[in-house]
């Protein structure tokens, strides 16, 4: 298999062309940049340079600003007038999709263009096309007449450009013969860099975005082995499109960004929430810092030069199915409760486990967790039968259908045939003993300050080796703030699922059993590994946008977050609506002022709704399409 960065074993960022963005350079040795885009209407010229300075000293170094015609391409020159006449000269970049004639004259004003190829010449309307060899060059003749002259006025302005192609903007033509793959995002945006190229201009960024972090993360690593195939090494923006809101939305940019991060990969980043711009630059500079600590820190495992699976396609690891983990299983969550003196029935509530006392019954979320490790201690109430102990070895409170866990120094105590936990560390060589131990469930700790390498390691090592035990992640996070911990965890454990590794997750910090489980589950949700709630695809609002979409996303939000599995697709425009929620099963879509088209899956099924009545009408569609179910009382 062909490897997609600098190294699989050492953290090693991959040497990009330096890329002048107004005065900030990205790619090359520069640091990675951190980015943002501004909510406001284009058109209002003094809240559109207010944003920005918020954005700038919550530190955004570069700010994009939409530009949806004409008027707006022209009044970007007011916006960058009333920066520097402020004293800001953070470099701004135009947001460019259906109008090329806007692009030609924004690429006169700002210090680079955003564009996206499935919008910016080529055609959406989820139609299927045949095409032989030569009506497809006739298309690509099309295309290359439309976006020569933007490349002409960009090389003469010395103006950088970003070529972005979205995940959900994906043409007619693409689809219709690359289909909807990271493969025909690619070469989306090949298309248009060959064209460029042709025109000696090579000052370009590239960026694979999609709302599913397992679609992006392939696009990514399959865009960079295309790039090195053809002699190029453009800069990547990284970010994970439409991510949503509050924690749903750091995970999952966590989970998508940090990936890629962890690979070497990306020099400048944005976090897309559904928040005011600004919140977004707090995560993404965490996210950023990981570059200086792995500078710090070297792996001494011999460096790969191929790979036993396929990074560019998702397939989970095969792992035998031992009680409920492996096979087929989604990954389990595991809880701890070994710290408590004495543990009540309450001390199951921030696990999902809610007992009731009137009732003497339990109430399981569909946040619970599958099994609770109680060390030595013992639990003396009757548990509920979806949940199961895990109890230290030696532990006479144990019962027979209890089970055991082991360290590596009591490996040989382990019974032959019967399931157990077995706690090792990602630095162990312990494949010749689970190779007789085919019913050990491995507990996978780490000790290393770079812990997805020397994990995934791991995995690579029982794959060549023929090692089928199911594998639990475990991290212990300290003295990190809840943000810190939950964009660390969620890079650290999503990365593995992301390429298939890891059939549970044992999450322990300083921040409570609640949030514990919350992180959990939210990052399973986010890698797309265990679904246990409902998915928003919300966008991060720009000045397209046709609604309040903070207001909306909780209006929405609080009438459904009950529907577990269920994806809604919350888009503040066409630009990107029924594209980017492809996958949603429902859309909500601003299509003009005051209004709202709703969607079952990409097809309009009730257009041009009154705002005001929308939320319920979606409602309405849900129940109509038997997705619908009323919310627990408890």
């Known amino acids: ?26 790619g090359g040795n520069n640091p990675i940049r951190v980015q943002s885009m501004t909510t406001t209407d284009t058109m209002d010229t003094e809240g559109t340079i207010s944003q920005s300075i918020r954005m700038i000293e919550a530190g955004c170094e570069i700010v994009r600003i939409t530009a949806p015609s004409i008027k707006e391409a022209e009044n970007l020159k007011n916006i960058k007038e009333g920066l520097r006449k402020k004293g800001y000269a953070t470099p701004l970049i135009a947001d460019i999709h259906f109008t090329p004639n806007a692009a030609k004259i924004a690429a006169r004003i700002v210090d680079k263009v955003r ?69 025909g995002m690619v070469e989306s945006a090949m298309e248009f860099i060959r064209i460029a190229e042709d025109e000696g201009y090579r000052d370009i960024i590239l960026s694979m975005k999609s709302s599913n972090t397992q679609v992006m993360v392939q696009a990514y690593r399959l865009l960079v082995k295309t790039m090195h195939s053809e002699g190029m090494n453009y800069p990547l923006h990284l970010g994970v499109t439409e991510a949503g809101e509050a ?31 600004e919140n977004e630059i707090p995560v993404a500079k965490i996210l950023a810092s990981r570059e200086r600590f792995h500078k710090n820190f070297k792996n001494k495992s011999i460096d790969r030069v191929s790979l036993p699976y396929d990074p560019f396609f998702y397939k989970r690891r095969k792992a035998s199915l031992v009680v409920n983990f492996g096979g087929s299983e989604v990954p389990r969550v595991i809880g701890n409760l070994s710290k408590k003196n004495k543990i009540k029935q309450t001390d199951l509530a921030p696990f999902g486990y809610l007992y009731l006392p009137k009732e003497d019954k339990w109430h ?26 895990i109890y230290d070895f030696m532990n006479t409170a144990a019962e027979s259908e209890d089970l055991l866990l082991f360290t590596l120094d009591q490996i040989d105590k382990i019974p032959k045939g019967k399931a157990a936990f077995l706690s090792c560390d990602d630095s162990d060589d312990i494949f010749s003993k689970l190779s007789i131990l085919p019913k050990c469930i491995v507990v996978l700790n780490t000790a290393s300050p770079d812990a997805f390498s020397t994990s995934r390691q791991f995995f690579i090592k029982c794959i060549e080796n023929k090692i089928f035990n199911p594998i639990v992640i475990k991290r212990n996070y300290e003295n990190l703030s809840e943000d810190k911990t939950m964009i660390r965890a969620a890079t650290d454990f999503g990365a593995l699922q992301v390429d298939g590794f890891g059939d549970g997750l044992w999450l322990e910090t300083q921040h409570g059993d609640s949030f514990n489980n919350e992180i959990s589950f939210g990052i399973l949700q986010a890698s797309r590994t265990r679904i ?103």
Not at 1 to 26: E, F, H, P
Not at 141 to 153: A, G, M, N, W, Y
Request: with cysteine; proline share 4%.
């Open 247 to 277: 924690e749903d939305g750091r995970i999952k940019s966590a989970v998508g960004i940090g990936t890629l991060l962890e690979d070497g990969l990306g020099d400048t980043i944005r976090v897309s929430l559904t928040e005011e711009p």
């Open 1 to 26: 298999m062909d490897i997609y960065c600098s190294s699989l074993t050492n953290y090693q960022r991959l040497k990009t062309r330096a890329v002048m963005v107004g005065n900030v350079g990205i």
């Open 364 to 389: 399981i979320s569909d946040q619970a967790i599958d099994y609770l490790y109680v060390g030595g201690r013992s639990i003396n109430f009757e548990i509920p039968g979806t949940l199961r102990l």
């Open 532 to 634: 246990s709630k409902t998915e928003y695809i919300s966008c991060p609002s720009c000045g397209r946008t046709l609604f309040d979409l903070q207001e909306t996303t909780e209006k929405i939000r609080s009438k459904t977050d009950h529907l577990k599995g269920v994806k809604i697709g919350i888009m503040g425009c066409i630009v990107n609506g029924p594209g980017e929620m492809a996958d949603a099963d429902y859309g909500y879509v601003g299509t003009g002022p005051g209004l709202i088209s709703l969607y079952k899956g990409q097809n309009v099924v009730n257009k041009n709704i009154k705002a005001e009545n929308a939320v319920e009408a979606l409602i309405d569609l849900i129940k109509n399409n038997g997705d619908w179910h009323e919310p627990s009382n408890v």
């Open 115 to 183: 564009i996206n190829p499935g919008n910016y010449a080529d055609r959406k309307k989820f139609e299927t096309h045949e095409y032989t060899d030569q009506t497809y060059t006739n298309e690509l003749d099309r295309i290359r007449e439309r976006f020569t002259p933007l490349v002409k006025i960009c090389k003469e302005n010395g103006t950088a450009m970003r070529i972005g192609t979205n995940h959900g903007s994906l043409s007619d033509r693409i689809l219709s013969r690359y289909g909807d793959s990271p493969l």
